[in-house]
């Protein structure tokens, strides 16, 4: 069993810079526009020859109210009827890359995201279900990894029966804070009775896993009301947690401009709340995974960091990194071999792509050896706290220290740190290192340096 994270204020306030989560390795970033359908379409091929098994995420886009914290690509509206067009290019977008796809290749993982998934009718649902299942090899035994994102304003008894017939078996319900004033002020009035009626639904119709998401540093907050929440959310149970922290970047997400910065919590009392919650998930008996996200020590995830079989991509951590992951809908990121590619972020233009019958690949990036060795690198340490040098140097043909020479004044410097211990065979991040484990990753970064660091959240 890992050992627990150690907080370390001097160590937080030192390393605590702005850098990527890593979801890939290069970053989304390092998109560029020379990456187009050709690619995708070789890609594909290399999939089918292969027989890999796919990892589906689909995205929808809609809200019917805004989040004034929020970052996703999303369209605020009313109006029930703009998905029906919507839906109509997805599923041809369904269609187009479905066909250069071997039916044997089974999708081990579905996901559902947005916006707000549950934006879309029950009759839209089956239609959409219907056709992936009709063009792709989805499973039927219920042993896949099929989940949905749940905004509990959204849904009743009946969507959650309706998700379960389906075919989905985990849920991720946004949640975010249980504070009145807080809800007010980032204008998402949930209550507590409305997200537990989703929670009991999910567990009498026995879907498998049950995610809360939870952010930290919102207006209003203070230490002790996020700790209450934190408390009323531990109450819930739910398999997996993720605690996210504000970032506030008014400037590139406009809805951000709502909220009144002047409410926003200092610094100082963002790290009182991630330390409170810690030491709340923790005497729950929650495991810190990395990055934000705790699980009970039973949960796929927590089992599979003991194990050192954990990986991570565009869906966060997952069990299924050895997975194609293919991106369908507005602005879906795609992950397939030593290809990046996403769609287009503007709903209009990816609408009028496809009904020129023609793919939505707006840009993305071919992995070199350097990227593909770096992403090894950045892989094992931010999901196993630790890399053995022998395991890379026979998967890329290389001498690591001499690979990596020029690193090794920064890698000593957070060792004589206590971040990690490094030794001649290995790297292992210490408790106190945990917590900043992106940090660590960074100095593997090759782009980061070319990079505007405003672009990217603060490791705490």
């Known amino acids: 069993m890992l050992d627990a994270i150690r907080w370390d204020t001097d160590l937080i306030r030192r390393y605590d810079l702005a850098g990527p989560r890593y979801t890939s390795y290069p970053t989304a970033v390092q998109f560029n526009s020379q990456v187009g359908t050709f690619d995708l379409f070789h890609a594909l091929r290399d999939s089918r020859k292969a027989l890999r098994p796919l990892s589906l995420y689909v995205h929808v886009p809609f809200c019917a109210n805004i989040c004034y914290y929020c970052a996703c690509n999303k369209v605020i509206t009313k109006d029930r009827g703009r998905a029906q ?13 479905a066909c250069h796809l071997e039916p044997a290749q089974k999708v081990e993982q579905l996901h559902f995201g947005g916006g707000t998934p549950t934006f879309l009718s029950h009759d839209e649902l089956r239609q959409l279900m219907a056709h992936l299942r009709k063009h792709f090899n989805l499973l039927d035994d219920d042993s896949g990894d099929y989940g949905i994102e749940i905004d509990p304003r959204e849904a009743d008894w009946s969507t959650m029966g309706l998700l379960r017939e389906l075919g989905f078996n985990r849920v991720s319900i946004g949640l975010q804070d249980l504070d009145p004033a807080v809800q007010r002020a980032v204008n998402r009035l949930q209550s507590l009775e409305e997200t537990r009626a989703v929670i009991d639904a999910a567990r009498t119709l026995q879907f498998r896993s049950i ?42 997400f406009m809805p951000q401009r709502r909220i009144n910065s002047h409410e926003l919590p200092s610094p100082a009392q963002k790290l009182d709340m991630l330390q409170r919650t810690i030491e709340q998930l923790t005497a729950a ?60 972020s503007d709903l209009n233009q990816y609408q009028n792509t496809l009904a020129a019958a023609q793919l939505a690949t707006s840009r993305g990036l071919v992995c070199n050896a350097d990227d593909r060795l770096r992403r090894a690198v950045i892989q094992q340490l931010i999901c196993n706290f630790s890399l053995e040098f022998a395991e890379i140097e026979q998967a890329f043909n290389i001498d690591f220290q001499g690979y990596f020479g020029a690193l090794w004044p920064q890698l000593q410097g957070m060792a004589n740190d206590g971040l990690i211990n490094l030794e001649r065979e290995r790297i292992e991040v210490l408790p106190a290192g945990r917590l900043l484990v992106r940090s660590v990753c960074m100095v593997f970064d090759a782009y980061l340096e070319q990079q505007n660091r405003q672009r990217f959240s603060r490791v705490i």
Not at 226 to 232: D, H, I, M, P, S
């Open 85 to 97: 067009p919507y839906l109509q290019r997805l599923e041809q977008e369904i269609q187009l890359i």
């Open 211 to 252: 995610n809360i998401d939870l952010i930290y540093g919102l207006p209003k907050q203070t230490p002790e009301n996020f700790a209450r929440t934190v408390e009323e959310v531990i109450s819930l149970q739910p398999d997996r947690l993720s605690v996210f922290n504000y970032a506030h970047l008014p400037e590139r």
């Open 285 to 344: 008996g929650y495991r810190y995974i990395g990055m934000d996200h705790f699980a009970l020590p039973d949960d796929e995830l927590a089992i599979a960091q003991e194990e050192q079989t954990l990986q991570r991509n565009f869906q966060g951590y997952t069990t299924h990194g050895h997975c194609d992951l293919i991106g369908l809908g507005v602005s879906a990121i795609s992950q397939i071999g030593d290809l990046y590619c996403q769609n287009n």
